[in-house]
């Protein structure tokens, strides 16, 4: 067999089988322990591979559940968003698409420390991730038209973002407070030295009523 035809069985878009699987998992192990370093990779894109996180933060491969804890949060390590707004598992030597309905994390607990311009906000997301809001971390608030509602991300690294699970969104607003931004009073909420918008004053009065 030669060598091309080795790497193409053992690619990641072949990745449909245990062997195939395997191959996938031992790459993304090679990688290296905790968040690889994807950003400074420049591997050959090799596909789309059957894989997909779902809005409440459940991977799925071949439209089952990854159960293992510990293989998701492998694969999540390899994770990187680009700018074309599409998700890719990357190694050094290939990168593939995956599908991801909302954020590829969920923020499911928060620690507070501190209080007012010393507030200190920390996320810990499903898989694991540890991240203070602020300088680099920021939070944005997006409203839901649908229902009209309010989810809360916080970027974790490079382009990727944990949605705020909703019994620590209740939690997040507790710390918020009404600032003046730019002239105008904005319920906000602090952490890190920032001030994060969450929505007019008004329109939480107007919610509140």
């Known amino acids: 067999m030669t060598e091309s035809v080795e790497h193409r069985e053992q690619s990641l878009t072949g990745a449909t089988e245990a062997r195939g699987l395997e191959a996938l ?5 090679r990688a290296g322990k905790g968040p690889a370093p ?4 420049n591997p050959d894109f090799c596909g789309d591979l ?21 293989l998701v949060q492998l694969f999540s390590s390899v994770l990187r ?35 007012g311009e010393g507030q200190v906000i920390t996320f810990r997301t499903n898989v694991g991730d540890v991240v203070t ?50 002239g105008k009073a904005m319920f906000a909420v602090r952490s890190g030295g920032e001030v994060y918008p969450i929505m007019p004053a008004e329109k939480l009065e107007r919610l509140s009523a």
């Open 133 to 182: 809001a602020g300088a680099g971390h920021p939070l944005r608030f997006v409203d839901e038209d649908a229902t009209g509602g309010l989810k809360p991300y916080v970027l974790v690294r490079g382009r990727l973002e944990a949605l705020v699970a909703r019994p620590v969104m209740y939690e997040l607003v507790e710390h918020g407070e009404e600032i003046d931004i730019d």
């Open 38 to 41: 994807v950003e400074r990779w």
């Open 25 to 29: 998992i031992s790459r993304a192990a």
């Open 81 to 115: 968003k680009d700018a074309d707004g599409r998700t890719y598992l990357v190694t050094p030597v290939e990168r593939v698409g995956i599908r991801v309905a909302d954020a590829p994390f969920i923020a499911v607990e928060m620690d507070v420390s501190g209080t």
């Open 50 to 70: 059957d894989m997909e996180i779902k809005a409440d933060g459940t991977w799925f491969y071949l439209g089952t559940p990854i159960g293992r804890m510990p």
